[in-house]
């Protein structure tokens, strides 16, 4: 049994209130407001379009109900309203809450201190393990070392920089445990500049009592 709320994914098709645009070699070849969000997995639906509103050399398949689809990566950018969005459309019936939290948490790998703070800020997404947020002043540095990686959310957007783990006793690198958004989206804003550690890396403690590891690993 999962130990945080599931994404709900609906069967079939849902309308998409949001105007939808897409970006090709600097300018937009997709403006409507007449998208429908198709579900072909539990997580996040994409974008179905009626064929008038997409240019022929991007219109893929056609579905039982006259809605053409078009590869995610066929545009340059896509936005809902004026904002860009990554990786997928965000799925309508998901959450994303940014939280201030008094809970003391504290992360370790092979029990050296990574992070620990009586003031985190508590990322809750629907569907998946909350992530926590600290003050950079709470990392302990010396054991960190920048990495190249760089990943992009629907909802956060693109992360600026990672890091990965240095144990000091053996020089043995654990790689990008940890990254941070220094220009998260708006809703996502009070996480911007912090710093949050992969759980499924590190060994968690909130309040004292260990939080089991994540078996699978997201982002």
Known sequence: MSRWPRAI????????????????DGRIVIDT???RYVWDHAKYPRYAFAAADVPPGLAGATDEAGLVSVAWDAVDAWFEEDEQVYVHPRNPYARVDALRSSRTVRVERDGVLLAESDH???LFETGLPPRTYFDRSAVQWPVLRP????????????????????????DRLIPDVAWSYA???????????LVAFFDERVDVWVDGVARERPRTEFR
């Open 183 to 193: 220009f998260p989206t708006p809703a996502c804003a009070p996480i911007a500049g």
């Open 33 to 35: 407001t007449a998208a």
């Open 9 to 24: 994914a609906p069967a079939g098709t849902e309308p998409c209130p949001r105007r939808i645009r897409a970006r090709l």
């Open 120 to 122: 985190p800020v508590i």
């Open 147 to 170: 990495s190249d990686t760089r990943t992009q959310c629907p909802y956060k957007g693109v992360t600026s920089d990672y890091w990965s783990f240095l144990d000091l006793e053996d």
